[in-house]
Nanobody
Framework: QVQLVESGGGLVQAGGSLRLSCAAS????????MGWFRQAPGKEREVVAR????????YYADSVKGRFTISRDNTKNTLYLQMSRLKPEDTAVYYC??????????????????WGQGTQVTVSS
């Protein structure tokens, strides 16, 4: 098992930046492909970005491509999401999640075994 704890959320003006972190504990972090998801009020949880176990391959939702960067440091057991040029529509609770089965991370919520508690990101216009 792995335990995940997100941090770094907050209130930011449109055009600003935030860096989210996801600290992992328990089983070896590098065993897991990882993803960042978000859920806005009244909407379904959606994938934002994904990264392979080694960190060598990343994937992004079209809505964040060119603005967000996912990365991981397996020596520090930490996943990151650097968010730039934030927009009000990026407002949501952001979650990190771990997939213990797939080398290449799935875009589907149901394929992830472990989830953090979420961190709120609010972008004001």
């Amino acid at each position: 098992q792995v335990q995940l704890v997100e941090s770094g959320g907050g209130l930011v003006q449109a055009g600003g930046s935030l860096r989210l972190s996801c600290a992992a504990s328990g089983r070896t972090f590098s065993y897991y492909a990882m993803g960042w998801f978000r859920q806005a009020p009244g909407k379904e949880r959606e994938v934002v970005a994904r990264i392979t176990r080694s960190g060598g391959i990343t994937y992004y939702a079209d809505s964040v491509k060119g603005r967000f960067t996912i990365s991981r440091d397996n020596t520090k057991n930490t996943l990151y999401l650097q968010m730039s040029r934030l927009k009000p529509e990026d407002t949501a609770v952001y979650y990190c999640a771990a997939d213990s089965i797939r080398t290449y991370p799935s875009p589907s919520v149901e394929d992830y075994d472990y989830w953090g508690q979420g961190t709120q990101v609010t972008v004001s216009s």
